[in-house]
């Protein structure tokens, strides 16, 4: 299978970083795995309704760019769907199943994903109602990717 994580932001901070490259290493024994970053747009302190939906916009046409139209794309959304692990195991072997091999997550900028994006997105999943740093984010959907594979598989992995 092929996962590939598109984020918006750069990230930075040395701590997500490390944990990234070694979630990555981690998931190199059970996909191919590729992660873009897009640049994020500035946004103003008070920033109005209409700047923030056109910063989304530019965000979102980027992100749309780089999306494969044979791809199932899972977009990061508070207001999507929440599975447990298990549940996120048995989405990606199904996917798998059915000829979907080519799996694509996207995690938006701090305003969240366009409209565009989100309509394009075949599932929007919640990790939880909470709202969490864009950038950690990244280190928390590969871990969860990663347990997917060591469910899928049998392996052991803690609770």
Same mark, same amino acid.
């Given at each position: 299978?092929?996962?590939?994580?598109?984020?918006?932001?750069?990230?930075? %901070?040395?701590?997500?970083?490390?944990?990234?490259? %070694? @979630?990555?290493?981690?998931?190199?024994?059970?996909?191919?795995?590729?992660?873009? %970053?897009?640049?994020?747009? &500035?946004? &103003?302190?008070?920033? +109005?309704?209409?700047?923030?939906?056109?910063?989304?916009?530019?965000?979102?046409?980027?992100?749309?760019?780089?999306?494969?139209?044979?791809?199932?794309?899972?977009?990061?959304?508070?207001?999507?769907?929440?599975?447990? +692990?298990?549940?996120?195991?048995?989405?990606?072997?199904? !996917?798998?199943?059915? $000829?979907?091999?080519?799996?694509?997550?996207?995690?938006? $900028? +701090?305003?969240?994903?366009?409209?565009?994006?989100?309509?394009?997105?075949?599932?929007? !999943?919640?990790?939880? &109602?909470?709202?969490?740093? =864009?950038?950690?984010?990244? !280190?928390?959907?590969? %871990?969860?990717? @990663?347990?997917?594979?060591?469910?899928?598989?049998?392996? &052991?992995? =803690?609770?």
């Amino acid at each position: 299978m092929k996962v590939t994580v598109i984020a918006v932001g750069k990230l930075k %901070e040395k701590y997500l970083l490390q944990g990234i490259k %070694e @979630y990555s290493k981690r998931l190199s024994s059970y996909c191919k795995l590729n992660i873009f %970053e897009i640049s994020d747009e &500035p946004t &103003p302190d008070k920033a +109005s309704e209409a700047e923030m939906e056109q910063i989304k916009r530019r965000e979102g046409e980027r992100v749309m760019a780089k999306l494969k139209q044979d791809s199932f794309v899972i977009a990061l959304d508070v207001q999507g769907q929440m599975l447990t +692990s298990e549940q996120v195991a048995a989405k990606l072997d199904n !996917l798998a199943v059915t $000829g979907k091999s080519q799996v694509i997550f996207i995690i938006g $900028g +701090s305003l969240g994903l366009s409209d565009q994006v989100l309509e394009r997105a075949q599932l929007r !999943l919640s990790f939880s &109602p909470m709202t969490f740093p =864009h950038q950690l984010m990244r !280190l928390i959907l590969l %871990e969860q990717v @990663y347990r997917a594979f060591r469910i899928s598989r049998g392996e &052991p992995y =803690h609770k």
